[in-house]
């Protein structure tokens, strides 16, 4: 597969490391080094996709014009638009042109989400009563330098997305109400830590900050029979998950625990599942499209109501 990798940004070098060879050419207006300045500059007979690691505000007129000559493009999360409509105009021309337009969420390929997917497909839990996820990170400096970073809804969209997006793969599309619990902007311009909730079965308490000391993920999932839990990701290490069965009507749970110390393998296992979706026509539009609806509503009832 012939490549083009639009952003030579923190994020398109990941991409670039993992594609390798595939990368015919670079693109980027400001970066040094880049084969262009523009993706119209790049031959269209040269590539087959596009790896598109841009700033939110011009995705949509780039993935236009990707899909539109016929090109698969995997894109950096998230994926916002004004309106629904934009979105699913985007996926009318991928299926038309039959190529693959995905949206990058590489914690679904984290081994403990997808251990925590299958527990819960297998029903062993029970019903499920209640989810907590929290994610953190210590970049609120890093994004307050950052020109197109530190403004509109901040954490909400930058990690708040990659929850929502984990809400989808573990409990599907589920008509849900979610509200804001706490918004601040403690040392930026844009809301720094954000907690979001929704009633539902489970109830989902989501928390995402740029203030945390250290980089950290965790989860707990309680349940009829038990609960389940994650600490941290594999790129932080050690990850953890913990699975504890019920004693009635109460005691010390027996618990299973599974740890692993081991490189991040989310990226090359997402390019991987981008090829073969290159090989299929396929993608996740309709998720972007539930995340950005619950985003456009989330961004609105922040302090200043903006995205």
């Known amino acids: 597969m012939r490549a083009i990798l639009v952003g030579l940004g923190v994020q398109g070098r990941k991409r670039q490391a993992v594609a390798g060879p595939d990368i015919v ?7 040094g080094g880049a084969d262009y300045k523009r993706v119209t500059d790049v031959p269209l007979e040269a590539y087959e996709a596009a790896l598109l690691c841009t700033p939110d505000e011009v995705k949509l007129e780039l993935l236009t014009y990707l899909l539109e000559h016929g090109k698969h493009v995997l894109v950096e999360k998230p994926l916002l638009a004004e309106t629904d409509a934009a979105l699913a105009s985007l996926g009318a021309v991928a299926r038309a042109r039959r190529v693959a337009c995905y949206t990058a969420y590489n914690h679904r390929f984290e081994p403990h989400f997808v251990r925590m997917k299958a527990l819960i497909e297998s029903g062993a839990l029970g019903r499920l009563y209640h989810c907590r996820m929290r994610y953190g990170n210590g970049t609120a400096r890093d994004v307050r330098s950052s020109p197109w970073r530190d403004r509109g809804a901040g954490v909400l969209v930058d990690l708040g997305s990659h929850l929502l997006d984990t809400v989808l793969f573990w409990f599907g599309a589920t008509r849900r109400e979610f509200r804001v619990l706490g918004a601040h902007r403690f040392e930026n311009a844009a809301v720094d830590h954000v907690a979001i909730g929704a009633e539902g079965e489970p109830v989902l308490a989501l928390e995402m900050t740029l203030l945390s000391w250290r980089n950290d993920f965790s989860c707990d999932l309680l349940a009829e029979h038990g609960s389940a839990h994650i600490e941290s990701l594999c790129k932080w290490g050690p990850s953890t998950f913990i699975r504890r069965h ?8 027996d618990e299973e ?15 991987r599942h981008f090829l073969e979706l290159c090989r299929t026509g396929g993608g996740n539009l309709d998720h972007d499209r539930w995340i950005n609806g619950h985003l456009a509503g989330l961004a609105a009832a922040l302090p200043g109501g903006r995205r």
């Open 257 to 271: 625990a599974v740890t692993l110390v081991q490189p991040d393998p989310t990226w090359a296992l997402e390019y």
């Open 246 to 253: 019920r004693q009635l009507p109460s005691g010390r749970p």
């Open 25 to 31: 050419a670079t693109v980027d207006p400001v970066q």
